[in-house]
């Protein structure tokens, strides 16, 4: 286990040992509410754009399931007759120019492993800009009349109308510490002022505020190479296999894999982790098992008998009647202010 690694898991379990760094947490607290405060009182310039936006993100680190809610986000709005599109900041890319128009066939190099994975994921036009109110921008010229940002939360420069958090079930918010003392990127506080707090699974540890339940659902085997689709049972591959996961949280798909009865090597890599032939050299040959978003980064390379997990979100029906009250009353003022 790398240090980050060891870090992350003490930030949650709640470890002693950080003791002598919460100082330094609430440095870091003071530091985010005054920043905070310079976007509130105009000492910073917010951008608009003319459609709605919402924004997607969470105030702790390690993987939640921001993607997958931003992936249903986008379908359900689709299904409402929106016209939507994601911007993102393109973690884990570089791109030659920005405003990076994602496709499926985008380099993730350049577009990063996440914003690539939901333009394959979703058909919706994506955009990857480290400034995300230019990357907004270029979404409404592309003719989308809301904007979806993934993982904008923190990014004040981007004004928004409606923000939504994304917590772990399992993990919760740790020790409720701010960085580096415990995960949080900003206080708990926070989480008063956002829309919804959504839970990712079931929740294991108390949350002091409402939350609405959010569900990963297993819905298909994808193989790799082939792009072939197949039910989950009974399983298209042999056990045991190799199981591999460069994501936040590479525990909760190993966890669901054995749910669905895959048993073999189960190998957490490092979010966002750059991917060659060499990750797949292992002593033994087996069927190789990952997720969607680590799959965008090897299809050109991954052994032959690789297949890919598909999951998708949950999220309950008044969930939806709300949102969609939120909404209409949204465009309804847009179009009064008009």
Known sequence: MSLAERWLKAAYDGSAWLTPLYPLGNLYR????????????????????????????????????????????SRWLQAQGFSPGIVTRGYGGKA????????????????????LMLAQQTGV????????????????????????????????????????VVIDGTRGLGNQRCLPAGPLRE???????????????????????????????????????SGEQ?????????????????????????????TLGVSG????????????ANTFRFASKRPIIMTAKDAVKCQAFAPPDSWVLEVEAQLPRAFEDWLRDRLSDLTQRGSTDG
């Not at 090597?265 to 060659?276: I, S, T, V």
């Open 187 to 225: 206080s708990a506080a926070r989480l008063a002022s956002v829309d919804a707090v959504i839970v990712n699974g079931a929740l294991q540890r108390p949350l002091k505020i409402d939350s609405v339940p959010m569900t990963l659902v297993p819905t298909r085997w994808r193989h790799l190479s």
């Open 125 to 164: 036009p994506v955009v990857a800009d480290p400034q995300r109110a230019r990357g907004a921008a270029m979404l409404v010229q592309q003719g989308c009349d809301i904007v979806i940002s993934d993982d904008g939360l923190q990014h004040l420069a981007l004004g928004r109308d409606i923000e939504f």
């Open 96 to 115: 030659p120019l920005y405003p990076l128009l994602v496709t499926s066939a985008t380099d993730p190099q350049h577009s990063g492993d996440e914003p």
């Open 265 to 276: 090597e189960m190998h957490p890599l490092a979010d966002h982790q750059p991917f060659d």
């Open 30 to 73: 003071y530091l985010m509410k005054r920043r905070a405060m310079r976007y509130a009182l105009g000492q910073q310039m917010v951008r608009r754009v003319p459609v709605p936006v919402i924004v997607v993100g969470n105030i702790t680190l390690g993987g939640t399931g921001k993607s997958p809610l931003v992936a249903w986000l």
């Open 230 to 258: 197949r039910p989950l049972a009974p399983l298209p591959f042999s056990l045991p296999v190799h199981g591999l996961a460069g994501i936040g949280h590479p525990q909760r798909f190993f966890d669901t894999l054995r």
